[in-house]
T-cell receptor, first 116, second 109 residues
Framework: DGGITQSPKYLFRKEGQNVTLSCEQN?????MYWYRQDPGQGLRLIYYSQIVNDFQKGDIAEGYSVSREKKESFPLTVTSAQKNPTAFYLCASSMRGLTGDNQPQHFGDGTRLSIL | QKEVEQNSGPLSVPEGAIASLNCTYSDRGSQSFFWYRQYSGKSPELIMSIYSNGDKEDGRFTAQLNKASQYVSLLIRDSQPSDSATYLCAAPLRGKLIFGQGTELSVKP
């Protein structure tokens, strides 16, 4: 089955700890994205990548880092610098359209991160 | 002005009624729009894409795009309790997808 796999579903972070959220897609999509969603709030873009070995900061990149070494993988690290990491993290991917516009994004099932 | 704006709701409709969800956008260059449905505690799911002026129908869902007014809407006919969710509209812009804040819909039996 083609899709986007995020793991783990639930993650707990201790103070001062870095944690890494995994996102893998087998849709052959070019672009991948990370969002954060707080309860009752909309989606906020953390980082995105249009192509392997390149990525851009979104609206709330501070305290997060990413890498894009393979087309199918876009892991997100929540560093200890992110003081309020408790949230629902969503990974998405999309094709690039012929005109350069992005096609619709498709989402993984998300990872819930909590502070211990 | 936000690039994509939605009424935050909540919007409450009785079962069987038509639910109307609205979205405005600021960039006249936007060429496509997407509607997502997000159930509580779940990830967003794409339910409609619309690329040209006019209406697009898919089952009980109709998306309407008016580029002159920079307005896109989603109509849900014969609303069911299972339609209760938050609906997000989104437009691609500068290599990203800009999401509205979402409208919470509640369909009462």
């Amino acid at each position: 089955d083609g899709g986007i796999t995020q793991s783990p579903k639930y993650l707990f972070r201790k103070e001062g700890q870095n944690v890494t959220l995994s996102c893998e897609q087998n849709l052959n999509h070019d672009a991948m994205y990370w969002y954060r969603q707080d309860p009752g709030q909309g989606l906020r873009l953390i980082y995105y990548s249009q192509i392997v070995n390149d990525f851009q900061k979104g609206d709330i990149a501070e305290g997060y880092s990413v890498s894009r070494e393979k087309k199918e993988s876009f892991p997100l690290t929540v560093t200890s610098a992110q003081k309020n990491p408790t949230a629902f993290y969503l990974c998405a991917s999309s094709m690039r359209g012929l005109t350069g516009d992005n096609q619709p994004q498709h989402f993984g099932d998300g990872t819930r991160l909590s502070i211990l | 002005q936000k690039e994509v704006e939605q009424n935050s709701g909540p919007l409450s409709v009785p079962e069987g009624a038509i639910a109307s969800l609205n979205c405005t956008y600021s960039d006249r260059g936007s060429q496509s729009f997407f509607w997502y449905r997000q159930y509580s505690g779940k990830s967003p799911e794409l339910i409609m894409s619309i690329y040209s002026n006019g209406d697009k129908e898919d089952g009980r869902f109709t998306a309407q795009l008016n580029k002159a007014s920079q307005y896109v809407s989603l109509l849900i006919r014969d609303s069911q309790p299972s339609d209760s969710a938050t609906y997000l509209c989104a437009a691609p812009l500068r290599g990203k997808l800009i999401f509205g804040q979402g409208t919470e819909l509640s369909v009462k039996p």
